[in-house]
């Protein structure tokens, strides 16, 4: 079993930041990989960003350069620092956790982020 404890979501105006947090207790072996997908109304679900225990790091191509991740191993948490935000990026953040991104891996409970004017 594997516990997340997201948070940090809410609403913002265009421009503004946001940084989500997700802790995550339990089997914890296996997620050498952490990370978020979003998912807006109408839309597939997809990779925000993700970190490796290592070096390993992947954004995806429409937050580049305005979100950051970052890991803390020793409590099993990743945080996702959003800058720049757009009304775009408005949608249902995931932390995500996985030995690899091809695995399904396990998923939190999810939390709101509104870009809004």
């Known amino acids: 079993q594997v516990h997340f404890v997201e948070s940090g979501g809410g609403s913002v105006q265009p421009g503004g930041s946001l940084r989500l947090s997700c802790e995550v207790s339990g089997n914890t072996f296996s997620l050498y990989v952490m990370g978020w997908y979003r998912q807006a109304p109408g839309k597939q679900r997809e990779l925000v960003a993700a970190?490796?225990?290592?070096?390993?790091?992947k954004y995806g191509d429409s937050v580049k350069g305005r979100f950051s991740i970052s890991r803390d191993n020793a409590r099993n948490a990743a945080y996702l620092q959003m800058n720049s935000l757009e009304p775009e990026d408005t949608a249902v953040y995931y932390c995500?956790?996985?030995?690899?991104?091809?695995?399904?891996?396990?998923w939190g409970q999810g939390t709101q982020v509104t870009v809004s004017s």
């Open positions: 995500w956790g996985g030995p690899n991104l091809a695995h399904p891996g396990y």
């Open positions: 970190a490796s225990s290592g070096t390993y790091i």
